[in-house]
């Protein structure tokens, strides 16, 4: 049943109608509740194809949790592929200035971009991630003068 919310989460249309109301809501619960990397896909299909501002606003203010979870030890790469692949799909501004002066946080982006040491699908949605950071120009700066 998951499998094919996942499928229709990719239509635009369909990821809309996920996001009404508070439907995303219960489905972020239910994922961070469960940690099953299946609805975390889905989620991320929600925020890749749905063009509700709603959508876009829930998800920034649930991405601190997002990056909590995804920082965590006991989150395995494929779900840390989910996890980075929504985060590279939302705008959090500052916030992503705020984590990049974070220590931590820069040394987990630096281990997701080591080839040979991570799976290459991480290293992609690393680089995604980076590159919705670099949106903001102070984010920018300073990634340009760490990498």
Known sequence: ???LGINLAASRRCANTFSEGEQLGHLLKRAFDSGDILLFKMIRNISQFSDLPETKEFLVASGPQI?????????????????????????????????????AFM????????????EDDLVLETVCLVAKMAENDKCLELITSIF
Not at 107 to 118: I, K, M, P, Q
């Open 67 to 103: 990056i909590k979870l995804v920082m965590s030890k006991r989150v395995n790469d494929d779900l840390k592929v989910e996890l980075i692949g929504i985060l590279s799909t939302i705008q959090l501004g500052d916030e992503w200035y705020d984590r990049l002066k974070n220590p």
């Open 1 to 3: 049943m998951i499998a």
């Open 107 to 118: 040394e987990f982006v630096s281990s997701n971009l080591s080839l040979g040491y991570v």
